[in-house]
């Protein structure tokens, strides 16, 4: 298998592990498991866009160059993946963090 198949893969795991997170929402799930499925999906994560911007991107852009538009594209999801996995893990850490607003949704006050 190829580096890209592999890395190509590990999206798809990505967002089986994000459903599987909403699922865990939508039950009720309690606050510490949350936080341990969202600080793993977070590790995960950061350990694969690492690998992409240390050999995938050099590697593309050594072939196509720098002004290449699918680097663009990347570059720009990565830095938005960047802002989430901060979210994920100030949530995660948080002892008043909201949950839902990974998803999205509002915060409900009390």
């Known amino acids: ?22 699922s865990l929402l939508k039950e ?8 341990a499925a969202t600080l793993t999906i977070a590790a995960s994560v950061e350990k694969h866009r690492a690998v992409e ?3 995938l991107y050099p590697a593309i852009v050594r072939a196509f160059g720098e002004g290449f538009p699918p680097i663009r594209v990347m570059e720009t999801e990565h830095a938005r993946i960047q802002l989430l996995e901060a979210l994920a893990e100030d949530v995660a850490q948080s ?16």
């Open 1 to 22: 298998m190829k580096a890209t198949e592999c890395l190509n893969t590990e999206h798809g795991v990505f967002l089986t592990q994000l459903s599987m997170l909403e």
């Open 28 to 35: 009720g799930a309690s606050r510490e498991v949350l936080r």
């Open 53 to 55: 911007e240390k050999l």
């Open 95 to 110: 002892d008043t963090g909201d949950a839902p607003l990974l998803l999205g949704e509002p915060a409900t006050s009390s």
